[in-house]
């Protein structure tokens, strides 16, 4: 549904979007995440035809975005992160009024907002005004006006934002059961978001593609190079010291004690990809001491998200 071939789009001497290419199937729900100035924004504009590229190609539902934005905006819906609603209206009235705009034909009209009235789950309130609504509410009637024409392809920027809990929960849910059917880009800052909707997962930064898998995929790979933490029984200081002598590790913090006070606690970071596990119980059976745990602890998509972002950038300066 979404085929993407070297990307580029540079704003003056800054190159925003970096030989970007990436495709995207129907039935697939795209995590796309990057820090502020990644050229993330930057790339969704461009696929939804408000920005062109300085080189590069781009097909949506296969039609190319330099010659056919008319029918590209015909096969795909956005849903900003501020919905530009008639908050004067109902938001039945409203919805119809949306199905005229689209042009959808006046005998389909009907049929059209109630399928995605059920949708997303407003037939309760759509007699309401809708400035009487809840914020979560009004995101439903947002997400229903970007679905009323049928598109192949949505574009969902911060769908949750400003969202009490349980809103986000039925957010999620519903952008879980549109994305059985429908290609959906996700556009969030929240990881939890992803990991919880999303089959996959692409990371813009500093206008490169840093990261395209599944958050399973993503989090088990980086689960690898992530800290450790141990129990041993030992000097607690000269522990500290003889860990942090071996070579690939990056770090070692001394944990606050545990149930068991005999045994010291810590948490050893290694230097980049180094699996520095057996040398760490190396050092611990050379010593004479005793060791009761060593733990990889699962890395998370935020540490994923922080490691191909912050860290990266941190090493590059």
């Not at 004067?88 to 399928?115: C, K, Q, T, W």
């Amino acid at each position: 549904m979404i085929e993407v071939e070297g990307l580029n789009k540079w704003f003056g001497d800054t190159h925003a979007v970096d030989d970007i290419s990436f495709s995207v199937k129907k039935g697939e729900v795209l995590g796309f995440l990057g820090p502020n100035g990644a050229g993330k924004t930057t790339t969704l504009r461009i696929l939804t035809c408000y920005l062109l590229p300085n080189s590069g190609s781009a097909r949506i539902a296969g039609h190319d975005i330099f010659t056919e934005s008319t029918a590209i905006r015909k096969r795909l819906g956005y849903l900003a992160e501020e919905s530009p609603l008639y908050h004067d209206m109902n938001a039945l009235d409203y919805l119809r009024f949306i199905a005229e705009v689209h042009g959808i034909p006046a005998s389909e009209r009907s049929s059209a907002v109630s399928r995605v009235v059920k949708l997303c789950g407003i037939d309760s309130m759509k007699h309401k005004d809708i400035a009487e609504l809840s914020r979560g509410f009004r995101q439903r009637v947002g997400l229903a006006q970007t679905m009323i024409h049928d598109p192949d392809i949505l574009f969902l920027d911060e769908p949750t934002s400003g969202l009490d809990p349980n809103q986000i929960a039925e957010i999620r849910r519903l952008i879980t059961e549109i994305g059985r059917e429908k290609t959906v880009v996700l556009s969030t800052h929240r990881l939890e978001d992803v990991s919880l909707t999303c089959t996959r997962v692409i990371i813009i930064n500093q206008g490169k593609l840093v990261a395209d898998a599944p958050p399973d995929r993503l989090q088990a790979e980086f689960t690898a190079k992530s800290k450790l933490r141990l129990s041993v029984r030992g000097p607690r200081a000269e522990v500290a010291d003889a860990f942090g002598g071996i070579e690939g590790v990056k770090s070692v913090l001394a944990l606050p004690e545990g149930s068991d006070k005999s045994f010291a606690r810590f948490e050893v970071v290694p230097e980049g990809e180094a699996d520095v596990a057996e040398a760490l119980f190396c050092a611990v059976r050379d010593k004479g001491w005793t060791m009761n745990e060593l733990v990889t602890e699962r890395a998370s998509l935020e540490d994923v998200f922080r490691r191909l972002t912050i860290d990266a950038k941190q090493e590059a300066e």
